[in-house]
């Protein structure tokens, strides 16, 4: 294939292999012969018969391509595989297990042509468990448009259409594929668009979800606020902790005073808030450069290069 | 910063007297010199006699400390017969990891065999390293089998590898031999520092090669007992807990702080919603040191929250920049 198609559908895949020749048969008849597309398969250590699976149909069908990785390496570093070896100007991602729908592409693309930067799908009517997965999803989603500021109705779906710029800006690693969103609008400035898309029920091969992963979520929704609030100022974090903890220690150096001027009576009292003083006052000068070595390592990225800077839609007049 | 290295013996280009030196060396044998070792002439004609057994041309690379060079002057002899031997000089204090990431760029073979500098296992041992190499495995590993004697050096081991599966998995009996045969990418993409070399198996499994142990029997001179100092066991367990962090948390540091802070914060808490409570009851709280203790526990909480969120935001800085965080195995298609 010599020509760079228009639009890359990036889809990981583990274990699937029942689903993905359905899969990819119906990326097809979706998409069919209209825009020059390509389908990138990354294989994230799947230990069945889904490479081989798709490899055949890689070399039957130039528009599909696999990318293999070497071992599992967890969803979002998948994704940026995938983003890394798609050529297109807009990108769509996709779950490998059927339960997105394919025909749903051409709309997520055709929202994303107004001019949006990333377009996320939610699931209408979802086929889910109620208790198990959509109250769980339901409170997550409160949880994370609360915290980070950027009102997603379902961070949980897949189905989501990006402009190329905007994933040159925005870099998946660990956990982070959950806050695509979060960090696009934090890190790109991104403008978000959200469609309904179907859902159906997963017919074939195993979930890889579970509820162990809310501690992890919780976790990483800190991450994603401090770096959405405080990317190109963290001294400020780490300041506004530091003179809260020093406001305390004033308070129980106060407390301490009073005690010693009750004299012998309360002697013991004293030494105690005076010690009790001394642990905030310290926590507070520990926060305070904490802070200072976080400009350090901000700053000393900004020398080794710079970011590309957010994204800019040029107004027609 | 890789250290440089200066050459003792090149191989000079190819002439009738160096006919090892003629073709491109398909096995480039290293050995890195840190401690003083047995003579080098001898543990290059006790090693080199089964690489040479597999029929290819292959390389001897030593490379040494300041004072390892006049125990190189024992291999000038061997160089003069035309043995493939070329030796490197790092600077002191360079250590083996450095030694290892400043002559990688000097070898020429595609097969990389790393060798310690004193006797380990069995020379026939290294052919069926290689020959595991050849067969597909991206890094093979020399399991030491032991010869019967030392039953503390296996106590030693076994202890230290329990730990090694106990924290990081695998099924790793041997992970520190230091005999291992590999393909040169191995050593092109992981990056070994400090002394992580030790591990090195470990980290490549871990960046998807695939690793095998092979078992080998132990040279005699090996099996000798020995006991270490108390600061070299100590120092085993802070690498190992240095493995076991690095492998785990080093893209997700504030999931191992954010635990550790918020177990140590949450009993801060308790302790003080405790004390609260009696106060609210009429008790006097101000004189009972464990106030002092809970605003400790507290306190420690939040400082290790905050080193997490340090660790998030310089691995979120580095994102995107230089090496991948994968590795592709294969690509059908690649990018055109």
């Known amino acids: 294939m010599s020509s760079v198609p228009e639009l890359s559908v990036v889809i990981p895949v583990l274990n699937e292999e029942e689903n993905v020749l359905p899969l990819i048969d119906r990326v097809r008849a979706a998409l069919g012969v209209a825009t020059e597309w390509e389908l990138v398969l990354v294989n994230d250590g799947s230990t069945d018969r889904t490479a081989e699976l798709v490899a055949n149909s890689a070399a039957e069908d130039p528009r599909i391509r696999l990318v293999t990785l070497a071992r599992r390496y967890g969803q979002s570093t998948a994704m940026q595989a995938g983003f890394d070896h798609a050529r297109g100007r807009i990108l769509v991602t996709m779950d490998g297990d059927l339960q997105n729908d394919p025909l749903d592409i051409p709309v997520l693309v055709a929202e994303l042509e107004k001019g949006w930067d990333l377009v996320a799908g939610y699931r209408e009517r979802r086929q889910d468990l109620l208790v198990r997965r959509k109250i769980p999803s339901w409170i997550a989603n409160r949880i994370i448009a609360g915290i980070t500021g950027v009102k997603i109705r379902d961070n949980g779906c897949s189905l989501k259409a990006y402009r190329r710029e905007l994933l040159e800006r925005v870099h998946l690693y660990s956990d982070m594929h959950r806050f695509i969103p979060a960090l696009a609008a934090g890190m790109a400035g991104a403008r978000i668009s959200e469609m309904p898309v179907r859902h159906h029920p997963r017919i074939a091969g195993e979930s890889k979800y579970g509820l162990s992963r809310v501690g992890k979520v919780l976790v990483d929704l ?13 001294a400020r974090l780490f300041g506004g902790g530091a003179l809260a903890a020093a406001l305390i220690g004033v308070v129980t150096a106060g407390l301490a005073l009073r005690a010693y001027g009750a004299f012998d009576a309360e002697i ?13 006052f310290s926590l507070g000068v520990f926060l305070f450069m904490l802070g200072l070595v976080a400009q350090v390592a901000v700053s000393t990225k900004q020398r080794a290069g710079r970011d590309p800077g957010p994204l800019l839609h040029e107004v027609h007049t | 910063m890789t250290p440089t290295l200066r050459p003792v013996f090149e191989v000079e280009t190819a002439s009738a007297s160096h006919p090892g030196a003629a073709d491109r060396p398909r096995v480039s044998v290293v050995v890195a010199v840190t401690e003083r070792p047995s003579s080098l002439d001898w543990l290059y004609r006790e090693y080199s006699p089964p690489i040479r057994a597999l029929g290819e041309p292959f390389e001897f690379v030593f490379v040494v400390d300041r004072w390892g060079t006049e125990l190189a002057q024992s291999l000038a002899e061997l160089r003069q017969e035309g043995e493939p031997i070329r030796v490197f000089e790092a600077g002191h204090g360079v250590g083996e990891s450095g030694m290892l990431e400043a002559v990688r760029t000097h070898l020429r073979g595609d097969v990389v065999v790393t060798l310690p500098a004193y006797p380990r296992v069995r020379a026939e041992g290294l052919a069926a390293l290689v020959r595991k190499v050849d067969e597909g495995v991206d890094l ?89 100092s108390p600061g070299i066991y100590v120092r085993r367990i802070i690498d190992l807990l240095g493995l076991f962090f690095m492998v785990r948390f080093t893209r997700k540091p504030l999931r191992f702080f954010g635990l550790v802070g918020t177990l140590l914060s949450g009993i801060g808490t308790l302790i003080l919603i405790v004390l609260l409570l009696q106060r609210i009851g009429g008790q006097a709280i101000a004189d009972r040191p464990l106030l002092l203790l809970g605003v400790l526990f507290f306190v420690t909480g939040v400082q290790a929250i905050a080193m997490g969120l340090i660790g998030e935001i310089i691995v979120h800085l580095s994102a995107g920049q230089g090496r991948r965080e994968y590795r592709v195995e294969e690509s059908v298609r690649e990018k055109i």
């Open chain 1, 222 to 234: 800190l991450t994603v606020k401090m770096i959405r609030s405080f990317r190109m100022n963290p």
């Open chain 1, 268 to 280: 013991a009292g004293s030494v105690i808030f005076a010690g009790v003083t001394l642990l905030w």
């Open chain 2, 140 to 228: 093979a590993t020399a399991k030491r089998t032991a010869i019967g004697g030392s039953f503390l050096g296996r106590l030693q081991r076994g202890a230290f590898h329990l730990l090694l599966r106990w924290g990081i998995g695998g099924s790793f009996e041997d992970v520190a031999s230091g005999v291992r045969a590999m393909r040169r990418e191995v050593l092109d993409e992981v990056p070994v520092y400090g002394d992580l070399v030790r591990f090195l198996p470990v980290l490549a499994q871990r960046e998807g090669f695939r690793v095998e142990e092979v078992p080998v029997p132990q040279h005699p001179e090996d099996s000798r007992p020995r006991v270490y």
